[in-house]
């Protein structure tokens, strides 16, 4: 059965920096192409949420799965939901944003 995916408001936050950091850069359109992957990625996680590395040492059930290389999502899994935590960028450094 597949689960819902629900973004935090940090992802929410995540994902519209993402847009603005390339938009600003003169890529309006890749922007929006760049943020369109990404949540159907992400959104994507509900029938299959099992997917990448389960990190327990940072944070209980939270699992990181790469992006074009580029962005991390970082999510966990609910009986019903699947949790969009936070979406990072290049050498954005773990834990802070994600612990308890």
Do not use: K, W
């Not at 990404?38 to 996680?45: A, F, I, K, P, S």
């Not at 990181?64 to 580029?70: A, K």
Request: net charge negative.
């Amino acid at each position: 059965m597949a689960r819902r995916v629900v973004f935090s408001p940090e992802a929410r936050d995540d994902l519209f920096a993402l847009y603005r950091y390339i938009a600003e850069r003169g890529a309006p359109n890749a922007a929006m192409a760049y943020v369109d992957r990404l949540e159907t990625r992400c959104t994507g996680l509900a029938e299959f949420p099992e997917q990448g590395r389960l990190r327990e040492d940072i944070r209980p059930g939270l699992r990181l799965l790469g992006f074009e290389r580029r962005t991390m999502i970082a999510f966990h899994i609910t009986p019903t939901m699947v949790v969009i935590d936070r979406l990072m960028h290049g050498g954005q450094d773990l834990s802070p944003p994600l612990e308890d």
